[in-house]
């Protein structure tokens, strides 16, 4: 098995991923502006990107565990390339993993962040409008001041949804 193939699919994999970071980046002020229509035209390119994204993914690990094999590395079954890092043994090869490796890592983390930020966005969007529909269908007849306790009127509304007497 060739490493510049595998090298060849890192270089894509590289290349999604920073188009998936620059989309996540683009989705913040859709949600922050909540412009929808703007937000669903990158969601759509995203799953398109997505589905690149793990197709490479696979081919990756395929040909990972095929270079594995070919090294006499039978056992071997996962596809990290600090593992491939050890056993290539030119230092073209060597340098450009290693150097794939690093942008690899710090464009997922930052799309993790980037992504965690969102999420957040979307979750405080969310809370926000379930408070909103908690204002606008809460009954208007309660009364939420400080009553004793021990009242009759205590806990009890003050509309009975039945008549509790027979």
Not at 31 to 57: G, M, Y
Request: aromatic share 6%; net charge negative; charged share 25%.
């Amino acid at each position: 098995m060739n490493v510049e193939t595998i090298i060849a699919t890192l270089e894509e994999q590289a290349a999604i991923y920073d188009q998936l970071l620059a989309l996540a980046n683009e989705k913040t002020p859709y949600l922050v502006h909540n412009q929808v229509d703007s937000l669903n035209a990158v969601i759509a390119k995203e799953r398109k990107l997505l589905k690149t994204a793990e197709e490479l993914e696979q081919q990756r690990m395929r040909l990972s565990g095929q270079y594995f094999t070919g090294i006499g590395m039978l056992r071997y079954k996962g596809g990290k390339i600090s593992e491939m890092i050890r056993t290539v043994t030119s230092s073209q090869d060597k340098a450009r993993l290693t150097q794939l490796h690093t942008d690899l890592t710090r464009t997922l983390d930052e799309l993790k962040h980037v992504t965690l930020l969102n999420q957040q966005l979307i979750e405080h969007s969310l809370k926000f409008i379930d408070y909103s529909i908690d204002l606008l269908s809460e009954d208007p007849t309660n009364d939420y001041t400080y009553q004793h306790p021990q009242s009759n009127a205590y806990g009890k509304s003050s509309q009975a949804r039945y008549d509790q007497r027979r």
